[in-house]
């Protein structure tokens, strides 16, 4: 039987439920990855495990007001809008020899903008 620390619980990252699992690295160290997002999170430390087991729970709450409570929903759209665009202007161009499969970084920026979360 697996113990319940390893089970799927919500991501904390895009939300995806039963996605985020605790695993085991090859030296049996901890961490987090999400097969929806594809997110990783290293725990380096018993205050990160622990973290995991206080965190998690409130995540599920989190995701279960966003699904039943629109205004809640519509204000933590906007503190992620906000954080986007500060992460955003924050970045820097990358290098002219960065692949971006012919897109410029304007051309990313724009594109990103039209996608709706």
């Known amino acids: 039987m697996t113990p319940t620390i390893f089970l799927p619980r919500t991501c904390w990252f895009c939300l ?4 985020l699992a605790l695993r085991l690295d090859r030296k049996s160290k901890p961490y987090l990855g999400c097969a929806a997002c594809g997110a990783h999170a290293f725990l380096r430390t018993p205050a990160a495990l622990a973290g ?3 965190v998690s729970p409130t995540v599920e709450q989190i995701r279960a007001a966003l699904s039943t409570n629109p205004a809640f929903a519509m204000q933590q759209q906007e503190i992620f809008m906000t954080f986007k665009r500060e992460l955003l202007a924050a970045i820097q161009p990358p290098p002219e020899s960065a692949v971006t499969n012919g897109a410029t970084y304007r051309d990313l920026l724009a594109n990103d903008k039209r996608k709706v979360v």
């Open 16 to 19: 995806a439920l039963g996605t």
């Open 52 to 54: 995991v087991a206080i």
